[in-house]
């Protein structure tokens, strides 16, 4: 029998490739991570995450610039928090003129239309590094959940658009809900880190903010990264407390959990390209073992085909420089 379908008519060169593409990728698919340190004139390249930097306040007006002028529209704010600051209960993060709150002003004067999310847990603020207030050497639920609703308001009350829960505790995302409503802050979004596993992918972000717990590890709260179900349980439950958007975290190693939570929800997914899948390319290419740019574009577009709407990812500049 002759053959009439020939599949690789598709393929024959770039102008029908681009034709029948099926993911395409933009800025608008982008979640840009910022870190934020206190301080004048500080541009500090992250050791563990080369081309990464910390910014204070004067030098992230340059940045949010930069990031706005190439079309990326939304930012993900983490702040380095002096020793002297930290304590067990978070003190700090509920400071009105703290440095996230600073930060978040600084994003909106700067670029008003730009996105403005803000990570929320303790472990920048914590002695102890953990995402939680510790008692007797374990991780505290209820009361931490109490700060973390706290904080959300205050960053809320700066000009926050989207508060990002990514404690992993029970429940907070219901505590943060009912208190932004209380207090008039009811068009505050939550995007919460629903899925987020206990990965040893987070090395470099731990260098980056100094948050590195300071004994154990954090799989008392992190999901354990052999579970798959759990993933969706813990989704859904987020949503139904009253989350905007959820997010999967790490991003490479959990593309198919990534599916699975766009197949079974109805809000939009977020996945993070974590600090170590950055680091892990970075590497690879100094040593000339992969080419940057190709394996780049492969790896993002993995996270757009495995149904995520929104992509947080250190290479988000890079991205968008190269493909225009």
Wanted: charged letters at 25%; one cysteine or more.
């Amino acid at each position: 029998m002759q053959q009439l379908r020939r599949n690789r008519r598709l393929r024959t060169n770039d102008a029908i490739r681009s034709l029948v593409r099926e993911h395409v990728i933009t800025p608008n698919d982008f979640l840009v991570p910022l870190f934020v340190v206190e301080g004048k004139g500080i541009k500090e390249e992250i050791a563990s995450m080369p081309g990464y930097y910390r910014y204070s306040l004067d030098l992230l007006v340059s940045e949010v610039k930069d990031l706005w002028s190439l079309g990326l529209k939304s930012v993900l704010l983490f702040v380095k928090v002096p020793d002297d600051l930290k304590d067990n209960k978070g003190t700090e993060a509920l400071n009105p003129d703290g440095l996230m709150q600073r930060a978040i002003k600084t994003v909106k004067n700067t670029a008003p239309e730009m996105l403005v999310m803000t990570d929320v847990a303790l472990d920048p603020y914590s002695s102890y590094g953990h995402d939680g207030i510790v008692e007797e050497g374990y991780v505290v639920n209820d009361d931490t959940c109490k700060v973390l609703a706290a904080m959300s308001l205050s960053h809320a009350q700066a000009g926050a658009d989207f508060v990002a829960p990514s404690d992993m505790m029970d429940g907070r995302i219901l505590a943060i809900r009912e208190l932004l409503e209380k207090e008039n802050s009811k068009n505050t979004g939550i995007m919460s880190y629903s899925a987020k596993y206990a990965s040893a992918f987070y090395g470099p972000f731990r260098d980056a903010l100094d948050s590195a717990p300071g004994f154990g590890d954090k799989k008392t709260y992190q999901m354990d990264f052999s579970n798959r179900d759990e993933a969706i349980k813990e989704t859904i439950m987020d949503i139904d407390e009253g989350a905007d958007i959820v997010m999967v975290k790490p991003g490479l190693c959990y593309l198919d959990l990534v599916r699975d939570v766009r197949d079974a929800v109805d809000v939009p997914v977020a996945v993070y390209q974590v600090s170590g899948e950055y680091a892990m390319l970075k590497a690879a290419a100094q040593k000339g073992w992969l080419d940057h740019d190709a394996v780049m574009l492969e790896q993002i577009m993995a996270f757009k085909r495995a149904g995520a709407h929104i992509i947080a990812s250190y290479f988000a500049k890079d991205v968008v420089k190269l493909l225009s």
